[in-house]
């Protein structure tokens, strides 16, 4: 039986239900009580709550062009693809440091958790078959946790990216949609990242609010006002040119909250590698923010206080985006009264790192606490609805 939230809602405040973390604990009738609720609550409120970030699919999933169906040619195109996804749920390539790609094929395998093949889009491709492999999401991430490395989950944050580029001269900035083989292979190497990727529309607003020469001499104030209509959490800028060699080389950085994060130069023999090498660079500088290394034993403790939480609904919102969040193990709320709620979160993580994908949901905004001096240990204080 599905009930209405409001009548839930009026239901509870009937109840007068109030949860106190005290040295003693919760009282048995109470925590009774408080199951019923938590279930009814569950029953009615189906709507998840929208974030900045955005939730990527397919992340232990890959594709391979093969030549055939033989044993020998799946088997290689399984450690390929096993690769690949590695590359992108860690966010760097430089896992092969510490995992060699042999020691990872041994369990290729034993991860993969089913396989098809679909014939290639291209008939002129020189591989005619396509192999597609998904892999056991929760066993990898064990296994790359056993290692040592870190996993980067689905929320990640959507990236705008802004490259000029340097054709014989002339210079444009590449727009979304832009028939231009940079463009392509921009995006594909997004995909192999795991990146949500967006490029300008370079339409009349773009460019009356930036021209290319703002973009090529990285001027970050029209670059970030140009960028504002797009609302996304990360901004990158780039120029890329022709050397006389050549080879295609060009400066970028990544910009967070107005802020540098990371800078470099790429050199490439081709735009295909010099795309590849941005979206590498990019990736690891965001999973560097992102990403955690799982920890099964650590005993991390966070409380958290979340205001305006006016009804079921938003309570049920604010526990299913807390339980999504990567570093979160366990939520588990212990108090609640009128629109506060307080939760204890145990973390894979350090708490620093919980703060850094709290801020890319879109409906929980920090606050400051009250200075209460019973909270002890770490707390963190929000305010939850659209600003």
């Not at 290319?212 to 990158?236: C, H, K, M, N, Q």
């Amino acid at each position: 039986m599905i009930l209405d939230a409001k009548v839930i809602f009026l239901f509870t405040q009937m109840l007068s239900v109030r949860i106190k973390n005290t040295h003693s604990g919760l009282k048995q009738s109470r925590k009774g009580m408080w199951g019923l609720v938590m279930t009814l609550m569950l029953s009615a409120c189906l709507l998840q709550s929208n974030a900045y970030a955005v939730t990527v699919r397919g992340l232990y999933e890959a594709e391979i062009p093969v030549a055939d169906q033989a044993a020998d040619s799946r088997r290689q195109a399984t450690k390929l693809a096993l690769e690949q996804v590695v590359d992108r749920i860690t966010g760097t390539p430089y896992w092969r440091d510490v995992y060699s790609p042999e020691d990872l094929a041994t369990n290729s395998q034993r991860l993969l958790e089913q396989y098809s093949y679909d014939r290639s889009a291209d008939p002129s491709a020189q591989l005619p078959w396509v192999f597609k492999a998904k892999f056991a999401g929760s066993a990898l991430a064990q296994l790359l946790a056993q290692q040592g490395l870190p996993v980067w989950g689905q929320s990640r944050p959507q990236t705008l990216f802004w490259i000029a580029l340097d054709n014989q001269g002339s210079r444009d900035v590449l727009a979304e949609y832009q028939e231009s083989p940079m463009v392509g292979y921009l995006q594909s190497a997004a995909r192999h990242w795991g990146l949500p990727m967006l490029l300008p529309l370079m339409d009349l607003e773009d460019s009356s609010a930036l021209n290319v020469s703002d973009l090529w001499g990285f001027f970050a104030s029209p670059i970030e006002t140009a960028s504002v209509r797009y609302g996304s959490d990360a901004i990158v800028m780039a120029r890329v040119y022709q050397d006389n060699a050549g080879r295609w080389t060009g400066l970028w950085q990544l910009r967070v909250n107005g802020q540098q994060l990371s800078q470099g130069e790429l050199e490439a023999p081709s735009q295909d590698e010099w795309a590849q090498q941005l979206m590498a660079a990019v990736a690891s500088s965001q999973a560097k923010k992102y990403a955690i290394t799982l920890d099964e034993n650590s005993a991390n403790l966070v409380k958290l206080q979340v205001t305006n939480v006016r009804n079921f609904r938003d309570y049920v919102d604010v526990s299913r985006m807390l339980q999504k969040l990567a570093p979160v193990k366990r939520v588990e709320p212990f108090y609640m009264d009128r629109d506060v709620v307080r939760f204890q979160l145990s973390l894979n993580t350090a708490p620093e790192q919980l703060e850094e994908h709290i801020a890319l949901q879109e409906k929980l905004h920090p606050i400051l606490g009250d200075g209460n001096p019973e909270e002890i240990g770490y707390w963190l204080y929000y305010q939850w609805g659209d600003q």
